[in-house]
């Protein structure tokens, strides 16, 4: 019983290694290391420096943008500042800068004719198939108006009137370009608990003030000039600011904690996020209405109706960090170990099939069992001995030299 | 020394490769050959052509989204417009539509009586027990207004005056079904440097402007029916308007860069989102205050407060993109390659275990040798010559043949 | 011909196992089971328990956040409520609370002295170094207002008038701390279709109404006292109401879909986002500029515009969902059982360097051929029958019992 133990933990405290053929040739020999090689290398120079396989990396980059315009422009004979063109007005991340408007003063509820070629009419009938229509200014109710025998007129809508003519000709305000664009933000990475901002800690505050971002000279200073962003993506400003249209501000993270904190920088790159249908006719640009509302002494709501056109810019903070650790080298170590080993895979193909005396080695490497052995040899010995303790099979090698003899392989 | 080295460079480029054991049954060859069919189709199905593992991918997707409602409603006896029910105006990705508005009109700073039952009092102690109140519509001042001697009055509370009564039965705007919701949604992915926008080219400007979108019939069209899209989220309009609630419209982008650029199309799909409230009391629907300020000719603030019912869409962009590179299909090829030989796991334990012939396949596979073997044989020939070229151990194979010796397992 | 294909076929349905060595010593048996023992302690406590990589994870969140603020606060005299202080007011997840307030009232269109001492002049030349500048409060006309010789002017500048005077000491509205903000959240896990919300089920109505976040004795309660958000982030409330600052409000949801679906439950923390930049004299806090705008009986605009400091909340919603599957189980089991043979390498290397008879163990674990072998054999028997069987080869060895021969490693 105790032997029998013994014998169990004997058979288990054993250690099994794959039993190898060592291959003296040259050819083979400086193929195989020539792919050991480039498997090291490449997990040297990619895996492990490229793509720093031994840090732990923190995606889940946790972002705050705050923004804030300056500047006039004028417009509509009047000095528009930030309280008039920037919406919405908190300095969120996402911001439009208003470069045109179209305003309809003093609408108050009511009826009154609609505007535009679509809706002229030369009787009632002409206004039915307007019904429900969205494209007017209000409800269509079905009348005519002001037609006579000679004029059209044009169809009654109930809502807020007078109607908006938006398409009166109004110049943009192209002050916008002279506009500024402070960015503030502020990441943090929470799995390492590092915040960052987007100042240089050795810029002065007057430095901060009166800096202006240069993608080259002066990569991080947080002050951009509207005028810069636009022709850094390649935009008109003049058409954009007629049309409106969005720009995106991208900032970018890529944070190696295993250096100084200090080279921890964004990166900022800007593009027109609105490319796609900036040659698309029906839908080019960007504009919105809005209305501001008043009430006249005798307390009747009217409002001022305002069609505006914008810049709308989409500050966008991507990154990552990463940090040494020890569970990703060791897995990535223990994956470059095992790879090299993936080079006997090209090597055998070489070995066993294009290498002369390909057959030789073939018979080297390849052991044969066949099925009408194992059966003979089970009919010929059922109850031998020796098949109990099949492991020490190759002690019986005879140890004779046979260098000589001519119907053996090597 | 020359020799020396010469040696040592022959010892370097050698070529190490497994010895194996190749063993001609129908049985385990069959399931062995099954075995790697399976890990060959499930590289080449699944890792391959369903997870396309041969592409790199950007995760990154940058995204803007514009958005236009149009559309006219009664609401209070007046006809609303988009400038009077969406907010924010900007048109960005998440807003609301006003669905039904408590308007209380010229509030002024003041003390006035408050509303609803919690704040009846019949003396000014019942309401000490309100003071810091956030329920009510102002700060308690701790006085009981109107009080007499066989009706209760209210507490008085200091702020905007009067009071809003939000209990008021209101019709909500049901016309909001029939409003659009126009998006206009362009992407980017970085990596690829490839931007899409949501209309489909081959669409002309009259179709984009008169389409709707369907699932089925009208998939691309970028204009969308809320009560369609109510209806996709089998919600019901008219409670929805009533008490508010939130969508999502989300647009999901999954290209395949190594086709045509022209099937990287949006999908869309709608979900309510806050479907876990909405069955709940306390707080089922969506509703936000907001007030319109005013000025009398004397100057004295006035405003008028709104409680708005809104339903809020947030329209909500994914999606990856993947194209061929040689870098993750290298990896995927070795790591397919490799795979298949993980068959051996398998096929070893049926052919060692429940095998015909179990055990003389065992003898064949494995060899042993052990400690005491070792030992035995060091104090036999301590500075024996050949323990120092142990590799030619083999080249001593007899090559006697012994077909007929009895005590050898073949 | 059949018998060919036959052949083929025979061929075909082989299985190539490797040979292994099995070595019976307790020094390496011993620690080849401790380092296999440490490979599945890593897969089954890290990989399986720990990372859960059984199952298959949902990152891509889909969530909707609703917020609500009440209470009331006395500032400049009046009692200012939500729809004053909150901003956007639709209750997103990104809002201000305004603390203090700038205001400049009855500003309308004209030409008037700046403030400040920047823009003192003696003479109209004085002002012309100031042409452009975007810190003054409206476009700078190069005239020098109210200079007599003793005394010195202000530049003239052209916009809204009055300029507006931010230098004003005003004490901010400090009862922010006892405001609450109510937070509705809503998840989806699109992979899974699983959708929660940030309220227990368990919770009463009433619990729900009167309940106040604490991390330990009410962690699921979604009303935040702004005092408590405040000094969970270690923040001053009465800095923070004067200068403003950015807080964020995260909350996490780290969901196994295996368990019930009530373990599903947010976890809330908080930050100060704007942290970098608390310290910095320039650009401290958070602030922004807005204006209501009115119109005189006769129609003339004019506007009172207010600076304003406000704590912006972030409400950020990260997470993930893991559920069992059968594909990345299987994926990971394998790895498990591929990796348990990693620990041959280490075993190697002790085993053939630094055991007693580690030569003899090389000597079994190795078989040596080399290219001069290969290459006498193949000028001696040039068409040798029996280099076409290579496969047979160790057929051949001789049974000859060779326990007593001395220059045998064995």
């Known amino acids: 019983m105790g032997s029998m133990m013994l014998g169990c933990i004997t058979d288990f405290f054993t250690y099994e290694t794959t039993k190898s053929v060592v291959v003296k040739s040259w050819s083979v020999g400086i193929i195989n290391r020539i792919v050991q090689l480039l498997i090291i290398s490449y997990f040297v120079g990619w895996v492990f420096i490229h793509e720093k396989a031994y840090q732990v ?7 705050s943008v705050m923004t804030k315009v300056k500047g006039f422009g004028y417009h509509n004979n009047q000095v528009m500042d930030v309280a008039d063109y920037v919406f919405p007005q908190q300095g969120s991340g996402i911001f439009c800068i208003m470069t045109k408007v179209i305003i309809t003063e003093n609408q108050s509820q009511g009826t009154c004719a609609e505007l535009g070629k679509n809706f002229k009419c030369s009787n009632d009938t002409d206004c039915h198939k307007h019904y429900g229509s969205i494209l007017s200014n209000g409800v269509i109710t079905g ?19 007078p109607a908006e003519n938006d398409q009166v000709k109004i110049d943009p305000m192209l002050d916008v370009s002279n506009f500024t664009i402070f960015i503030k933000n502020s990441v943090r990475f929470p799995l390492f608990n590092v915040t960052r901002g987007n100042f240089l800690s050795t810029m002065s505050s007057q430095e901060i003030k009166t ?9 991080y200073c947080p002050i951009f000039l509207v005028g810069d962003v636009l022709s850094f993506t390649d935009q008109n400003a003049s058409e954009l600011a007629d049309k409106g249209g969005e720009i995106g501000i991208n900032i970018e993270w890529k944070c190696n904690l295993d250096l100084d904190i200090k080279h921890c920088l964004p990166k900022y790159s800007f593009t027109r996020l609105d490319a796609p249908f900036s040659k698309n006719k029906i839908s080019s640009g960007y504009n ?16 001022t109706l305002h069609k505006a056109f914008a810049i709308r810019f989409d500050v966008m903070v991507t990154g990552n960090a990463g940090k040494f650790d020890t569970i990703p080298t060791l ?11 993936l080079g006997t895979v090209l090597c055998d193909i070489i070995l066993l099939n294009f290498l002369k ?31 109990l303790r099949p492991g020490l099979k190759s002690s019986y090698d005879s140890g004779a030299i046979s260098f000589t003899t001519s119907d053996q392989p090597f």
Request: glycine share 8%; hydrophobic share 30%; aromatic share 12%.
């Open 211 to 219: 800096c202006k971002y240069h993608p080259e000279t002066s990569p």
């Open 57 to 63: 990396k923190d995606t889940g980059i946790e972002s």
């Open 143 to 161: 009348v005519c108006l002001n037609s006579s025998n000679d004029t059209m007129g044009y169809c009654e809508s109930s809502g807020w009137c």
């Open 288 to 303: 919105f209405r809005f209305a501001k509302y008043f009430k006249t002494e005798n307390g009747t709501d009217f409002r």
């Open 357 to 387: 005396g390909a057959k030789q080695y073939k018979a080297k490497k390849f052991e044969e069992v066949s099925e009408a052995q194992i059966e003979a040899y089970l009919a010929r010995s059922p109850g031998s001995q020796l098949s």
């Open 331 to 341: 897995i990535n170590l223990v994956a470059a170990f095992t790879s090299v080993g």
